[in-house]
T-cell receptor, first 113, second 114 residues
Framework: DSGVTQTPKHLITATGQRVTLRCSPR?????VYWYQQSLDQGLQFLIH???????AKGNILERFSAQQFPDLHSELNLSSLELGDSALYFC????????????FGPGTRLLVL | AQSVTQLDSQVPVFEEAPVELRCNYS??????LFWYVQYPNQGLQLLLK??????LVKGINGFEAEFNKSQTSFHLRKPSVHISDTAEYFC????????????FGKGTMLLVSP
């Protein structure tokens, strides 16, 4: 158990819908990262927040957004969902803003029908 | 930009045999390197990491990896595998202290059979 929690574990929804994925980092960690794992793209970095502020953006679609709240939990919002958004979404956390070891949560499996 | 190549998508091996999973990276600056393991239907677990210092890094579950700067490699090894080591293994790189994002390889599926 990494100490990073993600909810829900599974999510099934329809195209065009909007969903919110939630992540709670390890106690004391200030950084939260979001990754997408799909069969064709592999593991891809989406976005990084440190202490409430966005620090880095990767291959994140404009239909996706994220935020980190004062209690340090983070939410990833996915809107106008398409079939291709079906994937495993992982959250990771670390203590530092830069160069810290990232610890991953169990993931949320999203299926868009 | 950094990139990671895991040369083998699948490595079949018999129980108690040694194994090496290969990882090569490209980067124009100094790097930190990681190996993560993903068991079926689970998240990623950190196996080991290289930040600096000794190039031979020991991790959990009897795994070790060696950083070779001249060959830009970070191969993962275990002298004797168990059935329970069956999982997908990911090599990842981040460009040292000034960066935060991890770039992952495509993964290597280690299949251990009796």
């Amino acid at each position: 158990d990494s100490g990073v929690t993600q909810t829900p574990k599974h999510l099934i929804t329809a195209t065009g819908q909007r969903v919110t994925l939630r992540c709670s980092p390890r106690s004391g960690d200030l950084s939260v990262y979001w990754y997408q794992q799909s069969l064709d793209q592999g593991l891809q970095f989406l976005i990084h927040y440190y202490n409430g502020e966005e620090r880095a953006k990767g291959n994140i679609l404009e239909r996706f957004s994220a935020q980190q709240f004062p209690d340090l939990h983070s939410e990833l919002n996915l809107s106008s969902l398409e079939l291709g958004d079906s994937a495993l979404y992982f959250c990771a956390s670390s203590v530092k803003a830069l160069g810290g070891t990232q610890y991953f949560g169990p993931g949320t499996r999203l299926l868009v029908l | 930009a950094q990139s990671v190549t895991q040369l083998d998508s699948q490595v079949p091996v018999f129980e108690e045999a040694p194994v090496e999973l290969r990882c090569n990276y490209s980067s124009s600056v100094s790097v930190y390197l990681f190996w993560y393991v993903q068991y079926p239907n689970q998240g990623l677990q950190l196996l080991l990491k290289y930040l600096s210092g000794s190039t031979l890094v020991k991790g959990i579950n009897g795994f070790e990896a060696e950083f070779n700067k001249s060959q830009t490699s970070f191969h993962l090894r275990k002298p004797s595998v168990h059935i329970s080591d069956t999982a997908e293994y990911f090599c990842a790189v981040t460009e040292g202290r000034g960066y935060s994002t991890l770039t992952f390889g495509k993964g290597t599926m280690l299949l251990v059979s009796p």
